[in-house]
């Protein structure tokens, strides 16, 4: 399956602590209740631990199960375990994913896609879109910066606006 099938992939970056899950809860929110359909992949640098240590699942994965799926009447969960191997690249898991109106990624910064940043600048980090030509836009809760070009600016405590720009993407 192809990123195509998926729908339209936007990657949302940021740095830690600005606001990316907030944000995409509002939007997927939004989008679902207008009936399409959202799958979002999220990157974590953590450890990822799903079940507690004594349940079945995770004393098969423990055995040494590549993967295992876990489905219930409720959601279907596959764990698989690396066990060393290369973490995965971020098309192997768009390809698993079911079709879509709309993929959103949050993280995966250095993956090149179509990209929005939300940006504080009161985390005292820099902005990432000086340095990244994918950002498309910037989900921000400080005016935009002076100068011409850059990438589309938005208020990042809107969200119907950030959707509003959203939603023109898409088309």
């Known amino acids: 399956m192809s990123p195509i099938e998926v ?3 936007l990657g ?3 740095w830690s602590g600005s606001g990316k899950t907030s944000l995409l809860e509002a939007l997927i929110g939004r989008l679902a209740g207008r009936g399409l359909r959202v799958n979002v992949v999220k990157h974590s640098h953590h450890d990822v631990e799903l ?3 004594r349940k079945d699942s995770a004393r098969l994965r423990m055995a040494g199960a590549a993967e295992v799926m876990l489905a219930s009447p409720f959601r279907v969960a596959i764990l ?7 973490e995965p690249r971020l098309m192997e898991h768009l390809a698993r994913l079911a079709p ?3 993929t959103l990624v949050e993280g995966y910064k250095w993956e090149r896609m179509p990209k929005l940043e939300v940006f504080r600048p009161s985390l005292g ?3 990432l879109y000086p340095e990244d030509p994918d950002i498309l836009a910037v989900a921000s809760d400080a005016p935009p910066p002076g100068g011409e070009g850059g990438p589309a600016w938005l208020d990042l405590n809107d969200p119907d606006g950030v959707l509003a720009w959203l939603q023109k993407w898409m088309r």
């Open 7 to 9: 729908g339209p992939v």
């Open 12 to 14: 949302v970056v940021g």
């Open 51 to 53: 079940e507690p240590p």
């Open 80 to 86: 698989r375990e690396l066990r060393g191997a290369e």
């Open 100 to 102: 879509a109106d709309l």
């Open 125 to 127: 980090r820099p902005a």
